[in-house]
């Protein structure tokens, strides 16, 4: 027995060495069995936004907490997944969830530089983590994640694994997912994307928020040319490849601007947000749907570019208003604090706000958010050329550390400019459906959320004349009728106000003119006078045809001069009519929502003119007023918009008493279109400010681009309407220099011909 003394030392000697590795062995038959299911991963079911998109398809809006956009392995570009894997797991295909020989390199990386530099966890590790674990930095963690990776590997495929980690890994700006992320920092999809593209996407798992392009883009730069770098030594890319991927600029969608989506529509996003959440609640933003709308992508990018044109081009006729701040650049000069001073200035698309680092009479130095440093010089100090001097007053001249607003042109030079202090809208849309292919409810959504297309009620102005018009065409009026354009007295009784003594805009009177003048005049005094002959009861009653709300458009005689109140998508419904053949339809903004699985759960069925949609009014009517509102295009207050050189557009422009609303509301038979300018707070806009001059260019600016190769249309002549040759008192004359359209019933006696005494009527020539 004693020969044996030496038995149980070497058996110490030997268990010993092993004991770690048997307890591990113990740990994990005892901790595999308690580990989650991975229900999870195979039947994976993410939270997801709530998209909306154009007519096209082109994302335009996301709403969640994650903005997530799923992919198949078989979509993604083999270079994303190249980059993916010369980034974070080289040796993904090749190990079996747990690379030893990663886990030994980084160990010697780390112990050679002294500190953390690399980490050894694979693309499964991160599927484990991110599915299941904690980010605590524990070893129980590490060592249930390792035996969770095993049970991956050992239960899906390799590229069910990368599929998982490329759809669900986070990376910055709420995207989750690499092909979300390629939308949000560039508007594109996984296969639109450049190698540099997707190298710097690739970089951001390891610290989103360090890397972002975005916030970092100098940080972001260098993870990206060590992805390059990575790809360029496993040989995923060659060195013409590397070399023009280094070459090119860090430039994310959101570089320069709040621009998230290719197309600027915040205003129509909201509206579907706001109609999905009335729909579904909270699960609107968790479910995954898609809502398809009726805008059309070319047409709101136009729009909205027009919009904003117009509404800087009146800011600018009213001048400079001075800076918006001022920064003391003896405690804030160096570059970061700048910035600082430039991180709480809201954006505002391409008016980009900087600090004046220095300032003469030719030229301004100025450092831009974002860190860009320009100067202004020549033509790009004339808006603000008169602030540069001394001798104004301290809070309008410009000086160092000053906080303005400069605009990079289409030539590409530097601007001094301003943000605008008076809103817009702008809508339009098929006549014949109601589809609304543009909507902008104001000059900036991130300024200004309220949507001035849908809540603002404004007063009309003339361009409410063409509904009065149209009810006196009923009551036996024609363009003929010749009616007295001459001062009025109007008492309380009839204006439910004050004493009231109307004028024209122009200020002056010209006598007997006939209807159509009128319109095509826009003359205040005929179009009270038709409205005292047809009765303001009757045309309160009538314009509700159109859509608009009785109770906001009083029974009172202003009424002809647009004293009521309506929204721009109230009036663009309202010409929509005329612009159709006098069917009223309505005007709709989504064509189809989708479920999470792309099950179709709801469908527009818009009524369609002369296809189900109600008829409110005579054809003949519709016809006669956009004959006579051609006229006012081709000869009146709109006949600016002849610069397009078109034959078949109408419309009519509006302006209100001390133009405080200025409006243009037109169409083309196959597109209707409104426009409004105004202060939020009522104020007057200048004394010469009309719609034909502030709205109008708007109008302009879209009809121009949206119907450009679009042939022109000539209006058909209804039955029962006639034509006759008239003079100037409205009487037919064979002689006549005018040749007008009238109802077959309501043709104007000829001149020298006697109308019984009981047979005159508003359609018999001279009225008043």
Not at 311 to 340: A, C, F, Q, T
Not at 426 to 444: E, H, K, M, Q, T
Request: glycine fraction near 8%; charge should be negative; include cysteine.
């Amino acid at each position: 027995m004693t020969s044996r003394w030496w038995f149980y030392p070497a058996l110490a000697v030997l268990v010993l060495p092993l004991l770690p590795i048997l307890l591990l062995v113990f740990a994990s038959i005892v901790t595999y069995p308690t580990l989650p299911s991975l229900e999870t991963l195979t039947d994976y079911r993410p939270k997801m936004p709530l998209r909306v998109f154009s007519a096209e398809g082109t994302l335009i809006g996301e709403f969640g907490e994650e903005r997530r956009e799923l992919v198949k392995i078989q979509d993604v570009p083999e270079l994303m997944k190249k980059a993916i894997l010369a980034a974070e797991d080289d040796r993904f295909y090749e190990h079996g969830g747990v690379d030893y020989i990663g886990v030994l390199r980084a160990a010697y990386s780390n112990f050679t530089s002294g500190g953390v530099r690399q980490g050894a966890s694979t693309i499964t590790m991160q599927v484990a983590r991110n599915f299941f674990l904690s980010k605590e930095k524990t070893l129980s963690r590490k060592f249930n994640e390792m035996l969770l990776s095993f049970k991956i590997e050992h239960n899906l495929s390799k590229d069910e694994i990368l599929q998982l980690y490329i759809n669900h890994i986070y990376l910055g700006q709420r995207s989750y997912g690499f092909a979300s992320a390629a939308q949000v920092y560039y508007s594109k999809t996984l296969s639109q994307l450049s190698l540099a593209e997707m190298a710097m996407l690739a970089g951001l798992p390891k610290a989103p928020a360090t890397f972002n392009p975005v916030v970092n883009p100098d940080r972001a730069k260098l993870r990206q040319m060590y992805v390059l770098r990575r790809m360029h030594d496993l040989g995923y890319i060659n060195n013409e490849q590397f070399d023009q991927a280094q070459k090119e600029p860090v430039v994310t969608r959101q570089s320069n601007r709040r621009q998230e989506f290719a197309v600027n529509a915040n205003y129509v996003a909201e509206m579907v947000r706001q109609e999905m959440y009335d729909r579904y609640q909270d699960e609107a933003y968790t479910q995954g749907y898609s809502v398809y709308t009726t805008i059309r992508a070319q047409d709101q990018a136009v729009a909205y570019a027009s919009l904003r044109k117009g509404v800087m081009e009146y800011d600018h006729r009213h001048g400079y208003r001075g800076p918006e701040g001022y920064v003391d650049l003896k405690k804030n000069g160096s570059d970061e604090l700048i910035e600082d001073a430039l991180e709480d200035v809201p954006d505002s698309d391409d008016l980009i706000p900087a600090v004046v680092l220095a300032i003469s009479s030719k030229v301004i130095k100025a450092h831009c958010k974002g860190g860009q440093v320009v100067e202004i010089s020549g033509d790009g100090l004339r808006f603000a050329q008169q602030t540069l001097g001394d001798k104004l007053a301290l809070n309008r001249r410009i000086r160092a550390g000053s906080l303005i607003r400069v605009y990079k042109n289409e030539k590409g030079t530097w601007e001094i400019t301003q943000l605008p202090q008076v809103e817009s809208a702008f809508v339009s849309a098929n006549p014949r459906d109601g589809a609304i292919y543009a909507l902008v409810g104001g000059f900036d959504f991130y300024r200004n959320q309220f949507n001035h297309v849908t809540q603002a009620w404004r007063q009309p102005g003339s361009s409410f004349k063409p509904f009065i018009y149209s009810a006196a065409l009923e009551k036996g009026f024609t363009p003929a009728s010749v009616i007295n354009d001459a001062p009025l007295v109007i008492d309380l009784s009839q204006t439910g106000e004050e004493l009231w003594q109307p004028k024209n805009y122009e200020g002056g009177f010209d006598g007997p003119m006939r209807l159509r003048q009128g319109l095509v005049r826009s003359k205040n005094l005929v179009s009270i006078r038709i409205l005292q002959a047809i009765g303001v009861e009757y045309a309160q009653d009538y314009v509700t045809k159109f859509g608009f709300d009785k109770d906001k458009i009083k029974p009172f005689l202003t009424m002809a001069l647009g004293a009521g109140s309506v929204t721009p998508l109230q009036l663009m419904g309202g010409y929509s009519v005329f612009a159709n053949g006098g069917y009223r339809i309505m005007p709709y903004f989504i064509q189809r929502i989708e479920d999470g699985q792309g099950k179709l759960v709801g469908q527009a069925a818009p009524v369609v003119a002369g296809e189900g949609a109600e008829q409110v009014i005579d054809v003949r009517n519709a016809f006669t007023m956009v004959n006579m509102m051609q006229d006012v295009v081709k000869h009146g207050t709109a006949m600016r918009a002849m610069e397009l050189g078109r034959q078949d557009l109408a419309g009519k422009t509006g302006t209100t008493s001390d133009s405080m609303d200025a409006w243009f509301a037109g169409f083309h038979p196959t597109l209707v279109a409104v426009t409004w300018i105004g202060f939020d707070n009522p104020q007057s806009l200048g004394e010469k400010e009309t719609g034909g001059g502030a709205a109008l260019p708007i109008w302009m600016g879209y009809m121009d681009k949206m119907l450009k190769g679009v042939p022109e249309v000539e209006y058909t002549v209804p039955d029962h309407i006639v034509t006759a040759r008239i003079n100037d008192n409205g009487l037919r004359d064979p002689n006549g220099t005018h040749t007008e359209y009238f109802y077959e019933e309501n043709v104007p006696p000829e001149q020298g011909e006697t109308v019984p005494e009981g047979n005159k009527t508003e359609a018999s020539g001279q009225l008043f």
